[in-house]
């Protein structure tokens, strides 16, 4: 599934992009960075998202150094992920999966996978980001494949999802190497028609799999 992603300072933005794609998608992902984590800084207050008026569900990517601080009952928040390069990840998994969410760890190109594998057995899902995480806009970075097919032989039932530098060109390559989601962000939201670009991503990966 193509899921749109919003990486925003400002939340009037946040607002005014889910407008435009909610209507043509299952989930949209929201990009949460601190500024100390990632290189790369977004609106913090989480509790805004409660103000949406929309009925999409949403998921949350919290690219922060103390991620429980941001874990709370969020309406419409179905899925949270954190970076694996944060703090008491185990205890943000406990906490995030004692809300009811479905929780996930995202793993940065330059950490090995030794570290994701500390966490692998105890999440619903893992994310590869196939750029440095902060900020949208940044290359693709083609050595996270081969991570994903070593991922894959040792846990081939999980659940797999790819965050950065999708483009039309890039999602056939991850498609290749087997995942089950693949976030899209500046991609859609920079194209002249958010709405096409991403109805053409989301048929290229249907006639993918057909």
Do not use: C, W
């Amino acid at each position: 599934m193509i899921i749109p992603a919003i990486t925003e300072k400002e939340f009037e933005e946040v607002r005014r992009k889910v407008g435009i794609v909610e209507k043509q998608t299952q989930s949209i992902h929201i990009d949460i960075a601190d500024g100390i984590l990632v290189n790369g800084e977004t609106f913090l207050d989480v509790s805004l998202l409660n103000t949406l008026a929309t009925e999409i569900s949403l998921e949350l990517h919290l690219m922060v150094k103390n991620p429980s601080d941001y874990l709370s009952e969020l309406r419409n928040i179905k899925k949270v992920i954190t970076q694996v390069e944060g703090e008491d990840i185990m205890a943000f998994v406990t906490a995030s999966k004692e809300l009811g969410y479905k929780t996930g760890v995202s793993i940065a190109p330059s950490t090995s996978l030794e570290t994701l594998n500390l966490f692998a057995t105890n999440v619903d899902f893992v994310q590869f980001m196939t750029i440095e995480p902060g900020a949208q806009r940044r290359p693709f970075q083609e050595l996270v494949l081969e991570k994903i097919k070593t991922f894959k032989k040792n846990y081939p039932n999980m659940s797999i999802q790819v965050d950065g530098g999708i483009n039309s060109e890039t999602l056939k390559k991850v498609l290749e190497v087997g995942v089950n989601d693949i976030v899209v962000g500046s991609a859609i939201f920079d194209s002249e028609d958010p709405v096409q670009t991403l109805r053409q991503l989301q048929k290229q990966v249907e006639e993918y799999k057909s």
